[in-house]
């Protein structure tokens, strides 16, 4: 069997891990929380204000000014939002999931032994963004 038929089997299983049912269930209570997806229209009509603004020659600086504050206060409300909450714990988990999977494949690119190679553990500091950093030391 080839490496890409084992990565069609492996998505299969994926598919099957509770985390991921997780995320689905999450995404589904997303898309049926009313209240949600009124406030991201909100915050994307806030979006779609701060940059038609900001193009402009003779830009209102009060205003992108105030559409930054909106944009915050509805952020803000949209992350305190108990749907929103367990979507991103579930997406967080997927995405653990995913950079523990990635890092054993790299060991074995790097010739470790696939049955017995462990990605080293990291205390993050930061909170787990690597985005923001140079890397775990």
């Known amino acids: 069997m080839d490496v890409i038929a084992k990565a069609r089997e492996l998505g299969a299983l994926l598919q099957q891990d509770e985390r991921y049912v997780k ?10 929380d009313t209240a949600l ?21 003779d830009k209102n600086e009060q205003k992108l000014e105030a559409y930054d504050k909106e944009f915050g206060e509805i952020y803000t409300q949209i992350m305190a939002n108990p749907n929103m909450q367990a979507y991103e714990a579930a997406r967080k988990d997927i995405d653990d999931l995913m950079q523990y999977i990635n890092a054993i494949f790299a060991l074995c690119l790097q010739g470790e032994d696939p049955a017995t190679c462990e990605p ?18």
């Open 23 to 32: 995320l689905m269930e999450a995404q589904k209570a997303n898309e049926n």
């Open 37 to 57: 997806n009124e406030l991201i229209a909100r915050i994307q009509l806030v979006q779609m204000s701060f940059q038609h603004e900001a193009t402009k020659e």
């Open 120 to 137: 080293p553990k990291h205390d993050h500091e930061c909170g787990g963004e690597c985005s923001s950093c140079s890397g775990c030391h």
